[in-house]
């Protein structure tokens, strides 16, 4: 990368360092921002690259507990939906979807026996997180919620408040 600027080439480095990066501390990189300040690098002998100091911003997702979240359902299953929340995907399990006996069908839905309201892919909903597990830092998972009052799918929340 001798053939680009310095910063140019330490911020290619970083991004390819830390995007898509999960970590327990960080959470979910989203996207590195810009590289602030590059210091004076060292060429290692033997290796032939160039070492820079460097500090950047990231911009980054750490989920909370209990934290509300806003999101497009990207995919429904016989167990529940995956629920798109900005470069992070959560899961919301079929138990979870509303309060109501729910069922899947082939269709990619879930309906509640009683309400007759329904989940498909595309729907914009709102949820709570209730579980953050970064056992698996490939594979990260957020559990949410839209059985509480004032979530679920935007519709129905706008019905419930009128």
Known sequence: MFNVTKKEAVLANVKSTYENYTSKELGFVINVIRVEDVKEG???PGDGAGFYETEFELLTFKPEMNELVYGKIRDI????AFMDIGGVEGM???SQSMDDFVSFSKEK???GKKTGRS????DKCKARIIAVSYKDLNNPKIGLTMRQEGLG???????DNQ
């Open 109 to 111: 839905v879930l309906q």
């Open 42 to 44: 060292v060429i290692v």
């Open 92 to 94: 919301v399990h079929i």
């Open 77 to 80: 299953t016989d167990f529940g």
């Open 119 to 122: 989940v498909k892919v595309g």
């Open 153 to 159: 799918k935007l519709e129905w929340v706008e019905e």
